[in-house]
């Protein structure tokens, strides 16, 4: 049964760098049958698909234009997580964050089929 | 990316049928079958039901189906049971990003 387990901070200051942590139980961030995204919800954006990447012989990084150039994506190979970081957060940032996993077997671009349990992220001072 | 559109809304009694839609463009719904579909209950993390236009997950049961015409897929959710009772939402691939409808709130009176 794979699950999602994820940590991180859940206030952070205006023109600071949000990090969470998203750890894989029961499957693995080096799968090539799979992709490894960051989803994130609020009332005002609903939901947005944010960054995505995925391991087939080699790393493959992907981003939303909306966050294009303060958004990180990175795979931990040794702890079996990927991690997201946003950088320069404003109060529009303020939502609650997912990670979440895709087969690519399923049409791996938008079959999101495992998601964290969600983390409430509150960006202000 | 503009979000695709679905109502608002939608109700239905218990054991009748509701049909949701999610129109896109022929960049993204009607352009591939990269479309999903997803059930919300409130303070949840969004579970899939429906992936690639028609497809179910294991678990998923067969009382919710998937289909597409042009660039609008549809959700239909036959037998209509209380704890259908969520926000649904769809979602599709323009060819560089991916993008969510709005989402439609499910009552089920």
């Known amino acids: 049964q794979v699950q999602l387990q994820q940590s991180g901070p859940r206030l952070v200051k205006p023109s600071q760098t949000l990090s969470l942590t998203c750890a894989i139980s029961?499957?693995?961030?080096?799968?090539?049958?799979?992709?490894w995204s960051w989803i994130r919800q609020s009332p005002s954006r609903g939901l947005e698909w944010l960054a995505r990447?995925?391991?087939?012989?080699?790393?493959?990084?992907e981003y939303a234009v909306s966050v294009r150039g303060r958004v990180t994506i990175n795979p931990d190979t040794s702890k079996n997580q990927f991690t997201l970081q946003l950088n320069s957060v404003t109060p529009a940032d303020t939502a609650v964050y997912y990670c979440?996993?895709?087969?690519?077997?399923?049409?791996?671009?938008?079959?999101?089929?495992?998601w964290g349990q969600g983390t409430t992220v509150t960006v202000s001072s | 990316q503009s979000a695709l559109t679905q109502p608002p809304s939608a109700s239905g009694s218990p054991g009748q049928s509701v049909t949701i839609s999610c129109t896109g463009t022929?960049?993204?719904?009607?352009?591939?079958?990269?479309v999903s579909w997803f059930q919300q209950h409130p303070g949840k993390a969004p579970k899939l039901l429906i992936y690639?236009?028609?497809n179910r997950p294991s678990g998923v049961p067969d009382r919710f189906s998937g289909s597409k015409s042009g660039n609008t897929a549809s959700l239909t959710v036959s037998g209509l049971q209380a704890e259908d009772e969520a926000d649904y939402f769809c979602?599709?691939?323009?060819?560089?990003?991916?993008?969510f409808g709005g989402g439609t709130k499910l009552t089920v009176l």
């Open positions: 979440v996993r895709a087969p690519h077997a399923w049409g791996g671009i938008v079959s999101f089929d495992i």
């Open positions: 029961g499957d693995s961030v080096s799968s090539n049958s799979v992709a």
């Open positions: 990447t995925y391991f087939v012989s080699t790393w493959s990084y």
């Open positions: 022929s960049g993204d719904v009607g352009a591939h079958n990269y």
């Open positions: 690639e236009v028609t």
């Open positions: 979602n599709s691939y323009t060819g560089s990003t991916v993008i």
